[in-house]
């Protein structure tokens, strides 16, 4: 037996409990039904046994003594009262002490109605205080982000918030301050509290002392209805609760999820419900004439589409977007385009993701494995920037379990300072980098980092224990050259597992559902197909179609006649912004499916309403092939409607009949065509059990119902005191109803050797240039999209774009002093500040998308080459 096998036994008022090694005592006492008060205690932070709330009595060599049940792990053989006079009286103690400076304005603290606080004080606390003192008195509330407010009046020094920021997100941007009566919690003078997790430092504190703006005197618990749901900001699919109150969204709050996102959620995520109230959203169809916008019914709009579409080749059709929809949504667009029209050109990535075909058709790693791994491999985005809590994960398994991180990137990430070996390449040149690493000479000019260490790393583990983070890092160069990269990690590490970079709320179950050429629901290539998808499809595309990038290309050469796009802003989002515009302006028949106008939608000739996030009932898919609910908890705005059924009413239209009346049918449908689901019921998928999601395909040898650990309510305030979960579900909603519902895959992975599935390589490899830059552009959490920029409290966080270039380019270009730089590339020309980053190889220039503005997307064309700026002083 391992010692995490090991069980200890104890005796907690009088009740034999089992622990294991290492378990705090009052995380034992929990499972015993016994809880003991705390405040500074979070599971999921270090014990620091500050408040001195969880004093109780253990048995010792002297007798019975007072410890902190929160510090103390068990023993065998341990003897504990809680509930003794003398832990009693220690406890009101403290309490006493505590209440002595606190404000009493609960009648105006945020907190009220869900404040531990005040629940521990009724519980365990004294009926009156004896202080008749002044209360100390500071100048309230302190603004010290954007997004959260400091009452240092009723801050109980409880230690959480500084915990979190420097111990979980690695910023400690808030400490102490102080001695004695008038210790604090302070930010440093010169460093607001911009963290891109600040709220979770509001959800975890005890008491008002942080509250977050969006929030402030918005509701009480007894006002608030909720619903569970997963976060579709990015990829990663945190659990949270939709919290609302008369038909609107007030506050997401993180789930405990141990699979996933363990409690906390970034602020994009956490903030971004305002969008879905924003004055931008789309009340009813529409159509864009000459005279202007001119509003119209569903059976004018859908009537208008249906006969292009009668009139149109099948390969003049495309789809571009789709990746923020729901599993049901997609796989009803995808039936439409592909098992009805006929077309394959149908794309939910943006250009800014990877071939499907790493992705469908390699071996899927979860979260848990890539923490534990022997050895992770980096090759994606800044983590940090494009999957916040994927980062937090990687940063904490490397700070407390020693995860070995292999980083191969363009320069420095978030993730650097924890990684074993990083290694840097000039853009254009991660293969041959790659190939380096396994044995293969390389020019030294090219790459930076001691790729000796690199090789003895990857050398000493077995290749099985490996996990590969591969996504996209360079908008502006070729995708090949990452593909082909991540392509020879995997088919040489033989056994590794690969983990998905992708960005975009729901890409990864678009690609498994089929919304991206040359696939079909069910990780399968279009020619592979199957039997039960033939059955239930009218047809299929008689050859692969094009990507989102050869679609705008067809639509300059007049090949395309409809287009649909289904959430995608071209012109803000697409990396090419140029070539977007001029791609619309020559479709004849451009329909939007949108919540949001943006600058995309005023260039379709149709724009229809899609319901937006807790409007729906439906499923997501995260970055592990993790299936989970979406919560439904607003009526939908307006004359929205959900996607699918969109996509119902427009086949009726066209004398097609897909068949689907509700989600249910959606779902079951989806388990017969695709074998990648199949096993999975709906019954399954709605489980209480089931509350983190099931990861597809489906294994005998993993576990797949778990009941979430519950986090007692004083780790989660405001979860536990809201009493309404929802509405009732219909009988089209998800999750199901039933038992849990399980049967093994029969989804077998269509082997080989990835690299032989990817074009070649064979363009000119450039190094660097005597008077030229090689452009590398980066995405960002905050940039200017309609998602943020429509959610009042994110668009303020949004600065302008910067540049980096390293210590020689810096004197090349003659900056001194100023850092303000033009960029000229493709044509036009952008000004921005640049800063010097030491670790960009000379001859490299790496910029922020800038998303709406489009100005750093004009500097580039979608091209299979490395985009080159000159850059000069302003």
Request: glycine share 8%; hydrophobic share 40%; net charge negative.
């Amino acid at each position: 037996m391992t010692d995490s096998e090991k069980k200890l036994k104890l005796t907690v008022n009088g009740k034999e409990v089992e622990s294991a090694p290492g378990e705090m005592l009052i995380a034992a006492a929990e499972k015993a039904g016994v809880l003991i008060p705390r405040f500074c205690y979070h599971p999921r932070l270090e014990p620091v046994g500050v408040c001195r709330m969880c004093l109780v009595e253990v048995k010792g060599p002297r007798g019975f003594t007072l410890q902190p049940a929160c510090y103390i792990a068990v023993a065998d053989g341990m003897e504990v009262v809680t509930d003794s006079d003398k832990a009693k009286k220690a406890q009101d103690g403290v309490l006493e002490f505590l209440l002595a400076n606190h404000p009493l304005d609960c009648p105006v603290c945020d907190k009220g109605g869900e404040c531990p606080l005040q629940d521990q004080t009724l519980t365990f606390g004294p009926s009156e205080s004896r202080f008749v003192e002044e209360k100390r008195h500071f100048e309230k509330p302190i603004a010290i982000s954007k997004l959260v407010y400091l009452d240092r009046e009723r801050c109980i020094q409880c230690d959480r918030c500084t915990r979190f920021a420097a111990d979980i997100a690695g910023e400690a941007l808030i400490d102490f301050e102080g001695r004695g009566g008038e210790l604090h919690i302070a930010t440093f003078p010169d460093k607001p509290f911009a963290s891109y997790f600040s709220g979770n430092t509001a959800q975890i504190c005890p008491v008002g002392a942080l509250t977050t703006t969006p929030y402030r005197f918005k509701a009480r618990p007894w006002d608030l209805e909720q619903v569970e749901s997963t976060c579709v900001s990015c990829a990663v699919g945190c659990q949270m609760v939709v919290q609302s109150s008369e038909n609107e969204i007030v506050r997401y709050l993180g789930i405990d999820s141990e699979a996933v996102n363990q409690s906390w959620l970034c602020d994009k995520g956490r903030f971004g419900f305002e969008s879905v109230s924003s004055a931008e959203r789309i009340p009813s169809p529409y159509f864009n004439e000459a005279s202007g916008m001119v509003e119209t019914g569903w059976s004018q709009a859908l009537d208008k589409i249906a006969k292009a579409l009668k009139s149109a080749e099948p390969e003049s059709v495309a789809v571009i977007g789709g990746s923020h929809m729901a599993n049901e949504d997609i796989y009803t667009w995808v039936k439409l385009a592909k098992g009805v029209i006929g077309t394959d050109s149908v794309d939910a990535q943006l250009d800014d993701g990877l071939d499907p075909k790493i992705v469908a058709l390699s071996d899927r790693a979860t979260i848990q494995e890539a923490t534990q791994a022997k050895l992770l491999i980096l090759m994606a985005g800044d983590l940090r920037e494009e999957l916040p809590i994927l980062f937090l994960r990687i940063r904490s398994a490397a700070k407390k379990a020693g995860l070995k991180i292999l980083e191969i990137s363009l320069s420095e990430t978030s993730l650097s300072e924890e990684a074993e070996v990083s290694l840097r390449y000039f853009p254009g040149h991660a293969e041959e980098l790659v190939n380096g690493l396994f044995g293969a000479e390389i020019d030294p000019q090219l790459f930076a980092g001691d790729l000796q260490a690199a090789r003895a790393l990857v050398s000493s583990v077995d290749p099985a224990s490996v996990v590969v983070v591969g996504g996209r890092e360079n908008l502006a160069d070729s995708s090949l050259d990452p593909e082909r990269a991540i392509a020879k990690l995997l088919d040489t590490l033989v056994g590794s597992k690969f983990l998905s970079g992708l960005r975009r709320g729901n890409v990864n179950g678009a690609i498994d559902l089929g919304m991206v050429p040359g696939f079909v629901p069910g990780r399968s290539q279009l020619q592979a197909g199957n039997e039960a998808l033939r059955a239930k499809w009218k047809t299929l595309p008689r050859k692969a179609g094009r990507n989102s990038k050869e679609i705008l290309e067809s639509a300059l050469k007049g090949e395309i006649k409809v287009l649909f796009l289904l959430g995608a802003d071209l012109i803000s989002d697409f990396s090419d912004s140029a070539l977007a515009e001029k791609a619309l302006s020559n479709i004849p028949m451009v329909v939007g499916i949108d919540t949001l106008t943006n600058r995309t939608t005023s260039h379709c000739s149709v724009v229809l309403p899609a319901t937006a996030f807790a409007e729906r009932h439906g499923s997501t898919t995260n970055i592990e092939g993790r299936v989970s609910t979406l919560g439904k908890k607003l009526v939908g705005f307006s004359l929205s409607r959900p996607e699918w059924m969109i996509a119902v009413e427009l086949a009726a239209y066209m004398g097609e009949d897909l068949g689907f009346e509700n989600l249910h049918d959606i779902w079951g449908e989806i388990q017969e065509v695709s074998q990648l689901h199949r096993g999975l019921s709906i019954a399954a998928l709605g489980a209480p059990g089931a509350k983190e999601g099931i990861v597809v395909p489906l294994s005998a040898s993993k576990v797949q119902i778990s009941t979430r650990r519950v986090l007692d309510p004083i780790a989660t305030p405001g979860i536990t005191s809201v009493g309404v979960s929802g509405p009732p579900s219909s009988s089209a909603a998800l999750p199901g109803e039933g038992d849990p519902v399980l049967s093994e895959s029969t989804y077998s992975p269509q082997r080989s050797k990835l690299l032989e599935l990817l074009a070649q390589n064979d363009r000119a490899k450039a190094g660097p240039e005597a008077d030229n830059f090689a452009l590398v552009v980066s995405k960002r959490l905050y940039d200017h999209g309609v998602e943020v920029m429509s959610a009042k409290h994110l668009s303020e966080l949004v600065a302008p774009s910067k540049g980096r270039v390293s210590p020689k380019g810096w004197g090349q270009i003659g900056l001194n002093g100023s850092g303000l730089t033009r960029l000229q590339g493709n044509g036009a020309s952008v000004e921005l500040e640049l800063v010097v980053d030491p670790s960009l190889l000379d001859g490299v220039v790496k910029v922020e998308f800038d998303g709406a503005l489009g100005e750093v997307s004009k500097l580039f064309g979608v091209d299979n080459s490395t985009s080159r700026v000159k850059m000069e002083k302003v």
